[in-house]
């Protein structure tokens, strides 16, 4: 059985910097990522990682946001810099798995940016 446990939202000033972890578990993933939603809004790609290490970045967190994959592949890290207002939404860790494609979805996780 598949399972994403998210990990690392809180508050934080504009400036600052958060963490968000979300450990994988229950199949082997290609690729993970994370997604960000706000009320009223899709949910939009913030970022991903192959297994093989290949990331890309939504523009708007390109040279403030940092996507990696822990060494045993299960777990991905998103390191958030310079963080602003409008980076306030619900995260959520995104895996799929290698074998037949279907995707996963973690619980979500608060972000929330003060200015």
């Known amino acids: 059985q598949v399972r994403l446990v998210e990990s690392g939202g809180g508050l934080v000033q504009a400036g600052g910097s958060l963490r968000l972890s979300c450990a994988a578990s229950g199949s082997i993933f290609t690729r993970m990522g994370w997604y960000r939603q706000v009320p009223g809004e899709q949910r939009e790609l913030v970022a991903a990682i192959g297994i093989g290490g290949s990331t890309n970045y939504a523009d708007s967190v390109k040279g403030r946001f940092t996507i990696s994959r822990g060494n045993a592949k299960n777990t991905v890290y998103l390191q958030m810099n310079s963080l602003k207002p409008e980076d306030t939404a619900v995260y959520y860790c995104?895996?799929?798995?290698?074998?037949?494609?279907?995707?996963?979805w973690g619980q979500g996780t608060q972000v929330t940016v003060s200015s």
């Open positions: 995104n895996a799929v798995v290698i074998a037949s494609r279907e995707d996963y």
